[in-house]
């Protein structure tokens, strides 16, 4: 069952997701060369203090950390380490959530470390954060789960890959429902299985978290030994974006941007909601 959400309700999610946003900000602050994954562990715990918010992401399933650190071929789930030590040229996801009053958000980014990226990794999180929009701007009224995937896939597939070949759109993890929990129906596909079918239909109250993963190289994944870091299969680096999003009556509200969506949708002709706090 897909869990509708009340006004109100997006509103305290809407509270949520902005602690979400002072994390990212803080932390790609803090994601330097020289800084442990750790150090940034440290970060947005101080943020979800300052803000009397909990974290949704430690404890949770036994993961042992308040966010999720992946560097370079680490697609997601990434442990924060001492022994992690971040140099110039990587490449780092950092995904983390925040409960408000039982309400969850969730969104990650990609953040380059230092200098001295190619274009190849520039274009990898440049094209992994579009797609996420794409998705984004296909949340409206009569459209269907499916079209939002196909609307990532569709721009990814669209996107020449520099030195040639393609991008692999990351099969075992996509986006999920959100909102007295963190992970809720239904599953987001970042691409079009017809065997699935078209998913429901998105009427307001629905919440999403969308989260396209995208490598340079496979689409396969294998898990580590400590039972979470998620790695590609050959070794290509790979970017992850993801945002929490509430369709409303009046459209899509990107819960965890600063400015609701505003900006970035206009770009793209959707008019993003009014924010529930102004």
Request: proline share 6%.
């Amino acid at each position: 069952m897909v869990q509708i959400k009340s006004p109100e309700q997006i509103a305290k999610m809407r509270e949520a997701g902005l602690v979400v946003a002072a994390i990212h900000a803080a932390t790609r602050e803090a994601a330097v060369p020289g800084a442990s994954t750790k150090d940034l562990d440290q970060v947005a715990r101080k943020v979800l203090a300052e803000h009397g918010a909990k974290p949704n992401f430690l404890g949770y399933g036994g993961f042992p950390a308040t966010i999720c650190t992946s560097v370079n071929e680490v697609v997601v789930h990434g442990i924060p380490s001492d022994d992690v030590i971040l140099k110039d040229g990587d490449i780092i996801s950092i995904d983390c959530g925040a409960i408000i009053d039982g309400w969850h958000g969730d969104a990650a980014y990609t953040a380059f470390v230092g200098s001295g990226h190619s274009p190849e990794l520039v274009e990898l999180s440049r094209v992994t954060e579009e797609s996420m929009w794409a998705g984004i701007a296909a949340m409206k009224q009569g459209n269907r789960l499916v079209d939002i995937s196909r609307a990532i896939e569709t721009y990814i597939r669209r996107q020449p890959k520099p030195g040639g070949g393609k991008y692999g759109i990351i099969e075992d993890y996509g986006g999920h429902g959100i909102g007295t929990e963190m992970h809720m129906d239904p599953h987001l596909l970042n691409y079009v299985d017809r065997k699935r079918g078209k998913g429901p239909k998105l009427v307001p109250g629905f919440c999403l978290a969308i989260e396209p993963m995208v490598s340079l190289g496979t689409p396969r994944t294998e898990v580590l030994s400590d039972d979470w870091t998620v790695i590609t299969t050959d070794g290509t680096w790979s970017s992850h974006w993801e945002h929490s999003v509430a369709l409303t009556e009046l459209g899509p509200l990107v819960l965890t941007a600063p400015d609701g969506g505003k900006a970035k949708l206009a770009e793209m002709g959707v008019q993003a909601a009014p924010d529930p706090l102004g």
